[in-house]
């Protein structure tokens, strides 16, 4: 992978998340005051297909190659795969926000899916001509699970031509797409690349019991986004067994970081271990959370209300996912530790956790019917100083430092 395309999809990564805040904001903006330019529906299918392909599929497409480093055999083809999945999503940020679902936007959704199949293709046969790692086995099965969570969209596109369509069965192809994205693809590609970087330390010890874990719970654990469809009791063994294995998972997870406590302390900078250890905290808590919906009655309470699942949503998409995202980038130098930089990366931690305080409060006063004052006008206070946070992000986070050298 030469620099100059090493630079500019780091650049378009950033620059990618920023038109994500920036959708979002307008987003909250309609929600309070008048703004008839455009179709709030048609603004959030683009804000949440662009996270996805634009911001959170883009950078991990990226750091995954970046992580093979000169071991990669196809440098150009991956490059081409890369910037075909940023024509997808510039395609589908622009038709669906003003078109919603149309032809246009179909076609660059399908042709991202199969973008994403050929990534998957060649990935997979760059990681077999390697020798073994332990990131292997996590970049291999974030790939399954990415081609995997498709069948959920195609189950959707077949519905709605076939006119056939149920709420239960619409909802069940919504939440299996976003689960093998969120607990599958995303989780799994990011786990490889923190075992990546924990390898290089010299008393590295892997235990495979982590990724087994991990990796059998998160079949069944697609059944605690559906606890609200009442399913057969005898199902109910499938998410207890998924949230037994992914607390035994998690309990592992925390073990090894504290093994490598004292190397992480030395070698990783403050900013990189606050970045990090936040979305651990949003990873921890987002497990904790799956734990008590195994609960039916809970489970059935919290989908029951539009704010907790957009708050569970941004927990895992903001606090764990793009947190440590940034921060990965941050500790392999891909961002800077520019002063400017670091002060933008922590003004944008604080937003993230102010919004998910913001969206909870909303959630448990909705249980009592209770209207907080001045809610959306917080909301939306908080998603532009995300904004401009990572706007300053954008113009800084090359700089470097004098300490640093030229």
């Not at 087994?212 to 719970?217: C, D, E, H, R, V």
């Not at 799956?290 to 489970?299: D, H, K, L, M, T």
Request: positive net charge; contains cysteine; proline residues 3%.
């Amino acid at each position: 992978m030469n620099v100059i395309k090493k630079d500019l999809f780091v650049r378009m990564s950033l620059i990618n998340l920023t038109v994500v805040a920036l959708i979002g904001t307008l987003m909250r903006y309609k929600i309070g005051f008048e703004f008839p330019f455009f179709s709030q529906k048609y603004l959030l299918h683009a804000h949440s297909h662009f996270a996805f392909s634009g911001w959170v599929t883009h950078t991990l497409f990226t750091l995954m190659v970046f992580s093979l480093g000169d071991q990669i055999k196809k440098p150009k083809l991956f490059n081409k795969l890369i910037i075909a999945n940023l024509i997808c999503a510039f395609g589908m940020l622009i038709s669906f926000t003003f078109q919603g679902y149309a032809a246009v936007s179909i076609t660059f959704s399908t042709i991202s899916v199969f973008v994403g199949y050929l990534y998957a293709y060649y990935f997979y046969k760059e990681l077999n001509s390697l020798q073994s790692h332990p990131s292997s086995h996590w970049f291999k099965a974030a790939l399954l699970f990415n081609v995997l969570s498709s069948l959920g969209t195609f189950y959707l596109a077949y519905m709605m031509a076939s006119k056939n369509i149920s709420q239960h069965s619409y909802l069940g192809s919504v939440y299996f797409y976003l689960h093998f994205q969120y607990s599958g693809w995303f989780f799994f590609a990011i786990m490889g690349l923190i075992i990546h970087k924990l390898s290089a330390f010299h008393s590295f010890l892997y235990n495979p019991k982590l990724f087994f874990a991990f990796f059998i719970a998160c079949m069944p654990a697609y059944f605690l986004s559906i606890l609200w469809a009442d399913l057969p009791w005898y199902i109910f063994v499938f998410p207890i067994a998924a949230v037994v294995l992914q607390l035994f998972g998690l309990v592992i997870f925390l073990k090894m970081i504290r093994q490598y406590l004292n190397e992480i302390l030395h070698k990783w900078s403050f900013p990189v271990r606050w970045l990090l250890g936040l979305a651990l905290i949003a990873l921890t808590i987002k497990l904790v959370l799956q734990a008590g919906s195994i609960f039916p009655e809970v489970s059935k309470l919290a989908f029951g209300f539009r704010s907790i699942v957009i708050a569970y949503l941004h927990l895992v998409l903001l606090g764990f996912t793009t947190l440590f995202l940034l921060g990965y980038m941050l500790l392999e130098g891909y961002i800077s530790h520019h002063k400017n930089a670091i002060i933008s990366l922590v003004f944008f931690s604080i937003g993230v956790f102010s919004n998910e305080l913001a969206l909870m409060l909303q959630g448990v006063a909705s249980f009592g019917y209770i209207l907080i004052p001045y809610i959306n006008e917080t909301l939306l206070a908080v998603s532009l100083f995300m904004l401009l946070s990572l706007i300053g992000l954008v113009c800084f986070y090359r700089r470097i430092p004098r300490n640093e050298g030229l």
